[in-house]
């Protein structure tokens, strides 16, 4: 079962999370440092909808911004 949307086709992507250390310069540190990068994923937000497709009512994985964007048309 792929975490897809099966409007726009959204999916999980990979990234990294980059912690930093030590005080911005803005508040009057020696600027902060990056510690370590650790891979993460980013996923989408999902919802199983019974949406119309072609004609018929169906289940479907639709991202919350289809959704908002009204491209779903809800059974």
């Known amino acids: 079962m792929s975490r897809e949307c099966d ?3 959204k999916a999980t992507i990979t990234g990294n999370s980059v912690p930093r250390k030590g005080k911005s310069k803005k508040q009057g540190g020696n600027g902060e440092h990056v510690v370590r990068r650790t891979g993460r ?3 989408p937000n999902l919802f199983k909808v019974r949406a ?3 004609g018929r ?3 479907v994985k639709v991202c919350a911004k289809c959704m908002k964007a009204g491209k779903v048309v809800k059974a």
């Open 7 to 9: 409007f726009c086709g």
């Open 52 to 54: 119309l497709v072609a």
């Open 41 to 43: 994923t980013f996923k």
């Open 57 to 59: 009512r169906s289940q």
